[in-house]
């Protein structure tokens, strides 16, 4: 025995149980006091109780002398310890027996046993083994100690639990970082968890650590084994009744067998679910049995991997639904671009659509093995009833699915006749009423879903399968499915509607192109008569100013007269898809000039003098054609030139001229029109030459006009091999109309 | 005291030989031609002092006549569009305190079935009357909504 203070033994106690890493054991804060007491060996029991029979002393630590061999665990108390568990108080040998008599176990005689109240309410004793008798001094060291073994025998569980949890929270960590996105792979899973058995086996000194968890959707129990510690490969899967000395005991594959102390169970749960359990056995170091101190050891564990693997389920779940959302988004497009297609048919075939629908289902909803179309056909008076299509179905549902026949109508149609009547999504795990759609087990779930679209209903998608759990995100991906034929069948329908209506629009379309046609063909006699008249009483006779104003006028008002009855004959031929057919001839320069400054005359006497607008011919530059001859039809450039001049009538600004032009090249002649006024932009160049098109600011401005003026001169000029131009400069808008030269040899038209 | 007709007419064609005959009809008359529906909207303000005794509303008008210092036309313009210039200009009257009891004719070459079938509606003292070559229908009319002395006076 070491001679130093009691304070010293006590400081050494406590920097045992504080001691870093590895942490202190119960082992080595004995080991103190048996140093300290001069003793051979020193053993701590803790009595440990089972339901059948009384207190049984047990050993918890051991401590031997270094210069002996490794300590063994004797397989029970001796009498000096017996008795001081007995008597709850200090024993020691009778002088004469057991002191001089060494143990069987190797242990030296007891010199003193101590009773310990563990701070859990357990009862223990210290035994102090030796040669000698317990000295005074020794006695008295040994009394203090004690004082402090049991607060620091905590103090070691305590940390013992910490560093168990915290290694195994270390080893559920490194599988979480394992895969970043995705959960981990199950058997990868099952490594870890591997791992984790045997980090609790090595702490609690067994070699059977094993981990038995169940999946939702699975029956219950027994829990299937998922890791273990263990090299044996039987493992059975085990039942858990909730009670026994460990927490749980278990049976194993059928009759009970009552847990004790070898073995130790502790369930896996998170709020009141069971996920399984984990179970220890084997012990293969001192004390040979588990203890309440090793319970609260696992039970910590047992929560974290239960957390883990409801944390692992949820995640796989979490990534099974997003994967199936990302299958269900492909499949939609697939389907979109076939109903795109189907659409574009003279008949499209719903079948396919129907298919493609039910191939969507059943691969994007887990479990799903079968899927129905029931279409609402008309019952007459009755109203509608359902029609059963098309249903599918994988080997596994055959038997279920091979009754379901297409235009079946009779018994099995209960279910989807639900779902009509309630317009709304049904969905039953009810075995009647899976028999009663005719679905054999192994299909555990039904779901209806109606294909509509806002108030309109066109029939039921069904789905099913044999998981005992709907799966989590059917309900929605049938919504979806079903909406999506539903737009069809509406688009469809819409369509056909479509069709139908625009026929009739053809057919009033071409009545009324004809009777305007013919209006036309009324209107332009009589106005060329009235022109022809006009122009006769002018030239015929000469009348004052005033009168020859007036006459000027009403040729002007008749020749545009003319050419709004011609505008609504052209448009009329337009609309029914004709062209217009114009009667090219060749003109000189004279005929053109007559034409332009009859043209510019006529826009003169019809432009309103208080806007003090001029219309002027530039003849020189008409002349500028010279011999050469141009090709156009007379009546269709009268009317292009007619409507140019109206427009820059309309739009120019007070007291602004506009300038009609020639300009003669290798090809065309051009007639150009330049007006100041409402600026046109550039990019509307092009689209001012468009039916119905107006300028944001003409329409906003004037307001008048009806987009029609240019597009007809644009199909008049094209039907002469001719161009049109508009070329914008700020205020300033030219309108170019360029016209084929003819072929000089050709003769001249008188 | 004379009558005062105000004629809302933007077709110079039109509008010279309206004027000419109702000067020739009602001699005694003041006879006040607007061309355009922002013409109509500023002399609102001077309306309301000397109410006109009736006003003839042509139905399609221009908003103004193009020129660089063009008014900017109001969103009810803007949304409206030109086809029913007159019966906005009408309604302004309608809703305006001081011209809401002024009669209205709308002198247009529009069927009165067709305006009805847009969803428009003749104002409260309106009266339609079709355009025609022979305005002896208009000029009926008038001599019903103002009172004779001051067409005589």
């Known amino acids: 025995m070491e001679s130093v203070s009691s304070a010293s033994w006590l400081s050494r106690m406590v920097r045992a149980a504080l001691r870093g890493e590895p942490s202190g054991s119960l082992d080595d804060l004995v080991g103190v006091i048996g140093q300290a007491t001069g003793a051979s060996s020193v053993i701590l029991w803790e009595a440990v109780h089972s339901q059948a029979n009384p207190a049984v002393p047990s050993v918890l630590a051991i401590w031997t002398d270094g210069a002996r061999s490794a300590p063994t665990a004797p397989a029970r108390a001796d009498s000096v310890t017996l008795a001081a568990f007995a008597h709850r108080s200090l024993a020691i040998p009778l002088a004469a027996d057991e002191s001089s008599t060494p143990a069987a176990d190797g242990h030296r005689p007891a010199m003193a046993a101590l009773p310990v109240d563990f701070l859990d309410g357990g009862q223990g004793v210290l035994t102090l083994h030796g040669g000698q008798p317990l000295g005074n001094e020794a006695f008295d060291l040994a009394v203090d100690l004690l004082e402090v073994l049991p607060e620091l025998c905590s103090v070691v569980r305590d940390r013992q639990t910490l560093d168990l949890v915290n290694l195994c929270d270390g080893i559920l960590r490194e599988a979480e970082f394992e895969t970043s996105l995705l959960p981990l792979d199950r058997d990868l899973l099952a490594g870890h968890l591997k791992t984790l058995c045997e980090a609790v086996g090595q702490s609690l000194r067994c070699a059977d650590v094993s981990i038995y968890l169940h999946e939702p959707g699975e029956a219950e129990q027994p829990f299937p084994l998922v890791a273990t510690s263990s090299e044996k490969s039987d493992h059975q899967p085990v039942h858990v009744r909730r009670a026994g000395v460990a927490g749980q005991s278990v049976e194993r594959g059928g009759p009970n067998v009552e847990a ?201 998608l069904e789905a099913f399968g044999p998981s005992r759990e709907v799966p989590a995100n059917s309900a929605q991906v049938c919504e979806i499915v079903g909406d999506q034929i539903g737009l069809y069948q509406h688009l469809q329908e819409s369509l056909r509607r479509l069709h139908e209506t625009r026929q009739h629009l053809q057919v009033t379309n071409r009545g009324q192109a004809e009777a305007l046609e013919d209006l036309e063909h009324q209107l332009v006699s009589p106005l060329i008569a009235a022109t022809s008249r006009t122009e006769l ?44 057919k114009a009667k090219v001839e060749v003109h000189g320069a004279d005929d053109l000039l007559r034409m ?146 003819a072929d000089q040899t050709r003769p001249r038209r008188s | 005291m004379p009558a005062h007709i105000v004629v809302v007419e933007d077709d110079f064609l039109q509008e010279g030989p309206l004027e000419e005959h109702l000067q020739n009809t009602f001699p005694a008359a003041c006879i006040e031609t607007l061309s355009t529906e922002s013409e109509f909207r500023e002399r609102l303000p001077a309306l309301r002092e000397a109410k006109p005794d009736l006003v003839i509303l042509d139905v399609m008008l221009r908003w103004a006549s193009p020129r660089p210092d063009l008014p900017e036309p109001p969103p009810d313009v803007i949304e409206g569009d030109y086809f029913r210039a007159g019966l906005r200009c009408a309604e302004l009257m309608a809703k305006d305190d001081e011209l809401s009891s002024v009669p209205v004719i709308i002198y247009t070459i529009l069927e009165r079935s067709d305006l009805e079938r847009s969803g428009e509606t003749m104002p409260l003292l309106g009266s339609y009357v079709r355009k025609s070559s022979d305005l002896h229908l208009l000029t009926r009319r008038i001599r019903e909504l103002v009172p004779p002395a001051s067409l005589k006076s």
């Open chain 1, 537 to 580: 009483v002018l030239k015929s006779a000469r009348f004052d100013s005033k009168t020859e104003l007036q006459l000027r006028a009403i040729r002007g008002l008749c020749r545009k007269a003319s050419r709004v009855a011609m505008s609504a004959g052209v448009f009329a031929a337009l609309s029914k898809g004709a062209s217009p």
């Open chain 1, 596 to 741: 332009l400054i009859a043209a510019a005359d006529d826009a003169q006497m019809l432009s309103n003098p208080r806007r003090r607008i001029g219309f002027d011919v530039d003849r020189a530059s008409i002349q500028g054609l010279g011999r050469r001859l141009v090709s156009f039809d007379n009546a269709f450039l009268e009317q292009c030139i007619g409507n140019i001049l109206d427009n820059a009538a309309k739009y120019s600004y007070e007291q602004t001229r506009v300038e009609i032009s020639g300009l003669v090249t290798e090809e065309v002649f051009a007639v150009a029109v330049t007006s100041t006024g409402l600026a046109l932009q550039a990019e509307d160049a092009v689209l001012a030459l468009q039916r119905n098109w107006r300028g944001a600011r003409a329409r906003n401005s004037t307001g008048e006009g009806s987009g029609l003026g240019l597009w007809i001169v644009d199909n008049l000029m094209r039907s002469m091999q001719a161009t049109i131009d508009i070329i914008p400069a700020d205020e300033r808008t030219t309108v170019r109309l360029s016209l084929p030269l």
């Open chain 1, 260 to 460: 004790d102390q070898e073995e130790m169970v502790a369930q896996l749960a998170t709020g009141e679910h069971i996920w399984g359990l984990i179970s220890c056995s084997g012990l293969h170091g001192p004390p040979f049995h588990f203890t309440p101190a090793d319970l609260s050891l696992l039970v910590p564990v047992g929560s974290l991997v239960a957390q883990h693997w409801s944390n692992w389920l949820q995640r796989r779940m979490i990534s099974a639904e997003i994967e199936s959302w990302r299958r269900l988004a492909a499949a939609i497009t697939g389907l979109n671009k076939l109903v795109a297609d189907e659409l574009k048919r003279d008949a499209p075939r719903d079948e396919l659509i129907y298919e493609k629908a039910l191939s969507i289902v059943q691969d994007v909803v887990q479990d799903c093995t079968g899927a129905g179309v029931h279409r609402t056909v008309s019952a007459g008076s009755n109203g509608s009833r359902l029609e059963r299509v098309l249903a599918t179905g994988s080997p596994r549902a055959g038997a279920a699915v091979n009754r379901r026949r297409k235009g079946e109508t009779s018994r099995h149609n209960f279910f989807a006749g639900s779902v009509h009547r309630s317009k709304s999504q049904l969905i039953t795990t009810e075995d009647q009423a899976l028999a009663d759609e005719g679905l054999d087990r192994p299909v555990h779930w039904l779901i209806g879903t109606p294909i509509s679209v806002g108030e309109k209903f066109f029939g039921v």
